[in-house]
């Protein structure tokens, strides 16, 4: 049974940073996602990665402010975000992609306001 725990959000004002990040338990997943969840709308991916890290996909929404990376030796999973955003408020969740988990872990709760 895998399992996600994920870390690392916070409050943090606009322009700000944060890592988040993902311990997953079981056998190694080629492709890992973060993902993202407002109340009323949609989970939605923001971020993916190969098992290597030399494939990744990014939402437009976040292209060139976030980073996925991944160490695979602590199986780990990261989110870089920088230049963060009030829009960019909401619950972070990693799994994998694209046939993610039924198990999702508690998420991390990202909120950004000044």
């Known amino acids: 049974q895998v399992q996600f725990v994920e870390s690392g959000g916070g409050l943090v004002q606009p322009g700000g940073s944060l890592r988040l990040s993902c311990v997953v338990s079981?056998?190694?997943?080629?492709?890992m996602a973060w993902f993202r969840q407002t109340p009323g709308k949609e989970r939605e991916r923001v971020a993916s990665?190969?098992?290597?890290?030399?494939?990744?996909w990014y939402a437009e929404s976040v292209k060139g402010r976030f980073t996925i990376s991944r160490d695979n030796a602590k199986k780990t999973v990261y989110l870089q975000m920088d230049r963060l955003k009030p829009e960019d408020t909401a619950v972070y969740y990693c799994?994998?992609?694209?046939?993610?988990?039924?198990?999702w872990g508690q998420g991390t709760q990202v909120t950004v306001s000044s």
């Open positions: 079981g056998r190694p997943r080629y492709f």
């Open positions: 990665s190969n098992y290597v890290g030399d494939s990744t």
């Open positions: 799994n994998e992609f694209p046939d993610p988990s039924e198990d």
